[in-house]
């Protein structure tokens, strides 16, 4: 399978605890992006990298929440300290740079804090 | 916010035509127009985008309006596995690759 895949696919952690989830793109795809989607509702937009570089960040992302994307391939995203407002599906997606820019989601994190 | 406004809900009959409907009123001449669908628990899946002509690929058609405010998604013929929600999403642009997913609409098809 070539497309967009994360690991793990459901986390069921602690309030308090640190979890790390990742994402590896479609290969040669050059952005990478997170989103978050609570129950209900629509993604929502988290942060982006091109390459390596970390260009994007929604004020959702607070400074609990780390992510990295060191060699420019895969991405990881860290939670410390998870609170229960945590729990939520966390996306990752991939693009090619182009004009258009279409992004392909992967099957998503469902993180549960209790 | 999103830029984009669609209907909550829509049922279709199976093998039916589903034409689900989004109204882009502010859009851009330069922006496009992307549709995605989220099946339950699955990541959104990409179907179909376009700027001003009409588009069709394997999975849907997508009809916009000459002055480019509103368009159409178009499945053909509607199965169990369309059942979803669907987007009607115009990006942010300037500068800026996030995707605003707004509610969308819950496309129901029934046996």
């Known amino acids: 399978d070539t497309g967009v895949s994360q690991n793990p696919r459901h986390k069921i952690t602690k309030r308090g605890q640190n979890v790390t989830f990742r994402c590896d793109p479609i290969s040669e795809h050059n952005r990478l992006y997170w989103y978050r989607q609570t129950l209900g509702q629509g993604p929502e937009f988290l942060t982006y990298?091109?390459?390596?570089?970390?260009?994007?960040k929604s004020r959702l992302l607070s400074d609990r929440f780390s992510a990295e994307r060191p060699k420019g391939s895969f991405s990881t995203l860290e939670i410390q300290r998870t609170e229960q407002g945590d729990s939520a599906m966390y996306l990752c997606?991939?693009?090619?740079?182009?004009?258009?820019?279409?992004?392909?989601f992967g099957p998503g994190t469902r993180l549960t804090v209790l | 916010d999103a830029k984009t406004t669609q209907p909550p809900s829509m049922d279709c009959a199976e093998g039916r035509a589903a034409n689900l409907p989004c109204n882009h009123s502010?859009?851009?001449?330069?922006?496009?127009v992307y549709w995605y669908r989220q099946i339950h628990s699955q990541g959104p899946q990409y179907i179909i985008h376009?700027?001003?002509n009409n588009e069709t690929n394997e999975m849907a058609s997508l009809i916009i309006t000459e002055d480019r405010k509103s368009s159409t998604l178009i499945l053909p013929h509607a199965t169990l596995r369309d059942t979803a929600v669907y987007y009607c999403?115009?990006?942010?642009?300037?500068?800026?690759?996030?995707?605003?997913f707004g509610k969308g609409t819950k496309l129901s098809v029934i046996p």
């Open positions: 999403i115009v990006p942010s642009g300037a500068g800026s690759y996030q995707l605003t």
């Open positions: 990298f091109q390459n390596e570089a970390q260009l994007e």
């Open positions: 997606a991939s693009s090619l740079t182009s004009l258009l820019d279409t992004q392909y």
């Open positions: 502010t859009i851009s001449g330069n922006e496009y």
């Open positions: 376009g700027l001003k």
